[in-house]
């Protein structure tokens, strides 16, 4: 297995609701990342987990939670977002979990907050 | 970091080679070039990286020149399925964890 997978592929939620998006890989990659893309900008980091433990936020809001549950599944909790929290979330993964820019990317879920 | 410039677009004629420039003048000399590119509404896709040899793998070459200042990633036959959003990002090989910062990237757009 080759390949990053992220559900749901699209999610739209309401401010009040609580959703969570998927992360999996079967690579043994030892890093895996969260990401922000809003529309026609670069993707944006947000987390980056490292043998199953948090070392980078990148200053997120607390109604964005991350967890690692194993080194194959990364869950991104979503609770209270705001409408400019809409966007494309990527999940990424790479070999080694420190010093490695090869990172292999989902196809995204995009969030729609109504 | 250094930073990179990327021409903002770009167009490639189906079956030429299509080569995309980059230029990093402030490049140290442990940094390393990563290309990735963006398929409108997909995830980006890694596609190659050198520090200052010449690279090829299945997917593109990468040419970086000898004073590290610039480097092109040529695709060499280049397909409607291209085109996208090319990334160019300079990183330290062995620093801190491994966060890609994106800048604005060339859009190439491949024409029959």
């Known amino acids: 297995d080759t390949e990053v997978t992220q559900t749901p592929k699209h999610l739209v939620m309401g401010m009040t609701n609580k959703k969570s998006l998927k992360c999996e890989q079967h690579?043994?990659?030892?890093?895996m990342y969260w990401y922000k893309q809003k529309a026609k900008k670069p993707p944006e980091l947000m987390f980056v987990?490292?043998?199953?433990?948090?070392?980078i936020n990148e200053s997120v809001p607390s109604r964005f939670s991350p967890e690692c549950p194993n080194s194959s599944l990364l869950n991104l909790h979503l609770h209270a977002l705001q409408p400019e929290d809409s966007a494309l979330y990527l999940c990424?993964?790479?070999?080694?979990?420190?010093?490695?820019?090869?990172?292999?990317f989902g196809p995204g879920t995009r969030l729609t907050v109504t | 970091d250094a930073k990179t410039t990327q021409p903002t677009s770009m167009d490639c004629a189906e079956g030429r080679a299509a080569n995309l420039p980059c230029n990093h003048s402030t490049i140290s000399g442990n940094e390393y070039v990563y290309w990735y590119r963006q398929i409108h509404s997909q995830g980006p896709q890694y596609i190659i990286h050198?520090?200052?040899n010449n690279e090829t793998n299945e997917m593109a070459s990468l040419i970086i020149t000898e004073d590290r200042k610039s480097s092109t990633l040529i695709l060499p036959h280049a397909t409607l399925r291209d085109t996208a959003v090319y990334y160019c990002i300079v990183r330290v090989e062995w620093g801190s964890q491994g966060n890609l910062i994106f800048g604005k990237g060339t859009k190439l757009s491949v024409k029959p």
């Open positions: 050198g520090l200052k």
């Open positions: 987990y490292s043998y199953e433990k948090l070392s």
């Open positions: 690579m043994g990659h030892r890093a």
């Open positions: 990424a993964s790479s070999p080694r979990a420190k010093g490695s820019y090869e990172q292999y």
